[in-house]
Each structure stands twice: as structure tokens, then as C-alpha cells.
T-cell receptor, first 114, second 112 residues
Framework: ETGVTQTPRHLVMGMTNKKSLKCEQH?????MYWYKQSAKKPLELMFV???????ENNSVPSRFSPECPNSSHLFLHLHTLQPEDSALYLC?????????????FGPGTRLTVT | LAKTTQPISMDSYEGQEVNITCSHN???????ITWYQQFPSQGPRFIIQ???TKVTNEVASLFIPADRKSSTLSLPRVSLSDTAVYYC?????????????FGKGTKLSVKP
């Protein structure tokens, strides 16, 4: 058990749809992250939230919109996606300013854009 | 851009010790060396972390020479379930959040 849950686990959406990915961490951490993992590419950091404030946005297209209403929940809102956005989207959390910045990952959402 | 270099793949047999070496020639004073393991269609899982010399836990050992320009992850007596991708990262704990930058990792295949 990682303590980080993600829903849905699988999602198929058309390019005109709007959907949201949800992440919840039960570890009492104060930072949360979204990563994208495409086939044959390394994990890419997309967004970082520290104490609910977005502190990093790695040049992610505006069709991806994150939301962090509290330190336990993180959303990724999706709209007008492209087929190349099909990937495994991973959420992680960590305790910033602790001795270790070990990140705990969720199981991911497998997204397919048709 | 990942700050580490490691082999793309390795093969091993059950019961053997596996050593995966990682190069990080430009490691900075504040950087720690961290290893993660990832199974297919799952998120990465933290294995071990170190700064210098040797670190051992219930899963693996991490050997770091004095110059810290490389490190070796050692997995004792691997089993089929150790088949996974192993990522070596250097993490700046002096920075704001210790953001992780993943490379392509080493795909370890353990055969019976």
C-alpha cells in the first residue's frame, strides 16, 4: 500500500471531451506532484504543489489544468487533448523539509485519447 | 535533463547478486543519490538513498565511492519478482523540494 490513490485507473476519452483525474494521499504529506509517463520516454514532471500552492509548471500545455484544494487532494483537469497525450499519469506526494524527499507514487491513470 | 547515466538493460538469473552502476559526474555538494524501482503500469517505488560510503537496508545496498561521481545499487539474490526498471537519480535536498528528474532507467530482467 503506497498511501496514494488515483482514480480512475483507466480512462478513454475523445479529443473534445473534458475529464478529470483525481489523486488522494493519506500520508499527511505537504507536497503533491503530477508526472506523465509516455511509452519509451522517461517520467516527466508536470506540476508541483507545495502547501497547496503551485510552485512549478514544467511548460505543460494549458489543456492540462491542475487543482489542489487541500494538501490531501490533487486533480488534473483535461480538455481538448491530443492523441499524443495518451500516457500513464502518475501522482506522487512527499513531505517537504523532512530529512528525505522520498516521493510516494500512486498506481497511475492509464489515459487513452482517441 | 537527467543528471545520471546508467545501462539501458541488464539480464540476470534467480539467486544471483545484481549490481547496477550509475554515473553522475556533475554531482553537487547538496545532491543525494536515490534509487527507485518501477514495475510495469505502476508508479515508481523508493528503494534506497545515500550521500557517501555504503548504505544498506532490507532491500538493497548502495555503494558510493569517495568522489561520489558514480554509485552502485546491489540487489542480493534476485528473484523473478525483481524484474523491473531501476532508476538512479541525484536529488538536490538543498533546493526547494528535491524535485525528481528521471532518466530512462535500467531494465532488469531476471530469468529462472
Amino acid at each position: 500500500e503506497t498511501g496514494v490513490t488515483q482514480t480512475p485507473r483507466h480512462l478513454v476519452m475523445g479529443m473534445t471531451n473534458k475529464k478529470s483525474l483525481k489523486c488522494e494521499q493519506h500520508l499527511g504529506h505537504n507536497a503533491m506532484y503530477w508526472y506523465k509517463q509516455s511509452a519509451k520516454k522517461p517520467l516527466e514532471l508536470m506540476f508541483v504543489y507545495n502547501f497547496k500552492e503551485q510552485t512549478e509548471n514544467n511548460s505543460v500545455p494549458s489543456r492540462f489544468s491542475p487543482e489542489c484544494p487541500n494538501s490531501s487532494h490533487l486533480f488534473l483537469h483535461l480538455h481538448t487533448l491530443q492523441p499524443e497525450d495518451s500516457a500513464l499519469y502518475l501522482c506522487a506526494s512527499s513531505q517537504v523539509a523532512a530529512e528525505s524527499y522520498e516521493q510516494y507514487f500512486g498506481p497511475g491513470t492509464r489515459l487513452t485519447v482517441t | 535533463l537527467a543528471k545520471t547515466t546508467q545501462p539501458i538493460s541488464m539480464d540476470s538469473y534467480e539467486g544471483q547478486e545484481v549490481n547496477i552502476t550509475c554515473s553522475h559526474n556533475n554531482i553537487a555538494t547538496n545532491d543525494y543519490i536515490t534509487w527507485y524501482q518501477q514495475f510495469p503500469s505502476q508508479g515508481p517505488r523508493f528503494i534506497i538513498q545515500g550521500y557517501k560510503t555504503k548504505v544498506t537496508n532490507e532491500v538493497a545496498s548502495l555503494f558510493i565511492p569517495a568522489d561520489r561521481k558514480s554509485s552502485t545499487l546491489s540487489l542480493p539474490r534476485v528473484s523473478l519478482s525483481d524484474t523491473a526498471v531501476y532508476y538512479c537519480l541525484v536529488v538536490d535536498y538543498g533546493g526547494s523540494q528535491g524535485n525528481l528528474i528521471f532518466g530512462k532507467g535500467t531494465k532488469l530482467s531476471v530469468k529462472p
